[in-house]
């Protein structure tokens, strides 16, 4: 059963719900929630301390507010500051977090915090899933893409040589709080990274809300605080309906990848550094999926058009960027590396059109080599 929402409301905050039964969680959205914070989280604590984790990007803008409103509710504030980056989401790191958070005499009745983007998020949840064998956590993300994606839904983890977040757990947090001024702080390649993950939703299954952006993506790229709201409330009820129906990725939730399993191998080729954030990369395997799709005579050409004028116009990229010379072999030989590979084959979301997407593995190893080659040599058209 829902909980009702905890702390203060404001009227310019949204609640969404994520129905899980008795692990249900509300999420928060809108401007002011980093100072209402402690008020929100007190109900759900089950002891006196908190831990927050964050980076070093993030710590000099927001942690002594944080640590400031978890006092004023009677929260004893700890933190520990990990650096910013991808590359922290590793074996290394996670063991020192652990370290810190049992040095700091970490309880199970301790609230662990996560205060970062997407990687903050993933490595303090996974942190949280496997300390004393689980304590209780929330998420605070400062990023767009965190705000509309990683935060929700559970899915906590790693990299390995192997490939992206193959070592992890489903660890659904208490709390979500998207505090829509943290995303005021973000350089404009940021917040695009982050604006991919919203456009996912659009050309997963809501059409016109697709529209909505291309209509209304440059205001809220440019800070508009009512199209940052509404994009993230709308992303937010779309995965949180997906993780209720299918919580472990058993089947629908699967969806939410839509671009990720190219997005991930171009991830992997670039070591999963600043040379290609995640949301580039999920944007150009998006072109990819629908490239495919078109190529497979499953979506007009059009639609994948449609999709690269529309990154094209916010400045995303649509194509495999220089002056890296990619190739095609090995970003197949990534993709083989995939966590949702099954029996050998990868499993790919492609689409019949804008808002029409779907499972499969049924997808000619030839097609796909032929349009990562065409892909790898900057001829990236395709006629339907």
């Known amino acids: 059963?829902?909980?009702?929402?905890?702390?203060?409301?404001?009227?310019?905050?949204?609640?969404?719900?994520?129905?899980?039964?008795?692990?249900?969680?509300?999420?928060?959205?809108?401007?002011?929630?980093?100072?209402?914070a402690g008020a929100l989280i007190q109900p759900l604590m089950r002891?006196?301390?908190?831990?927050?984790?964050?980076?070093?990007?993030?710590?000099?803008?927001?942690?002594?507010?944080?640590?400031?409103?978890?006092?004023?509710?009677?929260?004893m504030p700890m933190h520990t500051v990990v650096p910013a980056g991808e590359k922290t989401k590793d074996f290394p790191h996670l063991e020192a977090l652990l370290g810190a958070m049992l040095a700091a005499r970490a309880e199970r009745g301790t609230m662990v915090v996560a205060l970062g983007g997407g990687v903050i998020g993933d490595l303090t949840?996974?942190?949280?899933?496997?300390?004393?064998?689980?304590?209780?956590?929330?998420?605070?993300?400062?990023?767009?893409?965190?705000?509309?994606?990683?935060?929700?839904?559970?899915?906590?983890?790693?990299?390995?040589?192997?490939?992206?977040?193959?070592?992890?757990?489903?660890?659904?947090?208490?709390?979500?709080?998207?505090?829509?001024?943290?995303?005021?702080?973000?350089d404009r390649r940021q917040v695009l990274a982050g604006y991919a993950e919203v456009v996912k939703y659009g050309l997963i299954d809501d059409a016109p809300f697709f529209q909505w952006l291309e209509d209304n993506a440059a205001r809220l790229i440019d800070g508009d605080l009512a199209a940052r709201c509404h994009a993230v409330a709308v992303s937010c009820r779309a995965k949180a309906r997906i993780v209720a129906?299918?919580?472990?990725?058993?089947?629908?939730?699967?969806?939410?990848?839509?671009?990720?399993?190219?997005?991930h191998a171009l991830e992997a080729e670039t070591g999963f550094s600043d040379e290609m954030l995640h949301g580039e990369a999920v944007a150009i395997g998006m072109v990819m999926a629908f490239r495919l799709s078109a190529r497979l005579g499953l979506a007009p050409g059009e639609d994948a058009d449609r999709l690269v004028r529309h990154l094209d116009g916010l400045g995303l990229p649509s194509g495999l960027?220089?002056?890296?010379?990619?190739?095609?072999?090995?970003?197949?030989?990534?993709?083989?590396?995939?966590?949702?590979?099954?029996?050998?084959?990868?499993?790919?979301?492609?689409?019949?059109?804008?808002?029409?997407?779907?499972?499969t593995r049924a997808v000619p190893e030839a097609e796909l080599a032929a349009l990562l080659t065409e892909m790898t040599q900057g001829q990236s058209s395709v006629t339907a």
């Open 47 to 75: 002891g006196n301390r908190a831990l927050v984790v964050t980076d070093d990007r993030v710590a000099p803008l927001y942690l002594e507010r944080l640590e400031h409103s978890l006092a004023a509710a009677g929260i």
């Open 125 to 186: 949840g996974f942190a949280a899933a496997i300390l004393l064998r689980g304590v209780d956590f929330v998420q605070i993300p400062t990023t767009l893409l965190a705000q509309v994606d990683s935060s929700v839904g559970g899915k906590t983890g790693i990299n390995t040589r192997h490939g992206k977040n193959l070592v992890g757990a489903f660890h659904q947090p208490r709390l979500v709080l998207a505090d829509t001024d943290t995303l005021d702080t973000l």
């Open 245 to 263: 129906a299918d919580e472990r990725e058993g089947g629908v939730r699967a969806l939410l990848n839509l671009g990720h399993t190219f997005g």
């Open 1 to 36: 059963m829902m909980p009702a929402p905890q702390g203060p409301v404001d009227t310019m905050t949204t609640i969404v719900s994520v129905e899980l039964g008795e692990r249900s969680y509300p999420i928060h959205i809108g401007p002011g929630l980093l100072d209402r």
């Open 321 to 359: 960027p220089g002056p890296r010379r990619w190739d095609a072999a090995r970003l197949m030989e990534h993709m083989q590396g995939d966590k949702k590979v099954k029996d050998g084959k990868v499993t790919f979301v492609l689409a019949k059109g804008i808002g029409q997407s779907f499972l």
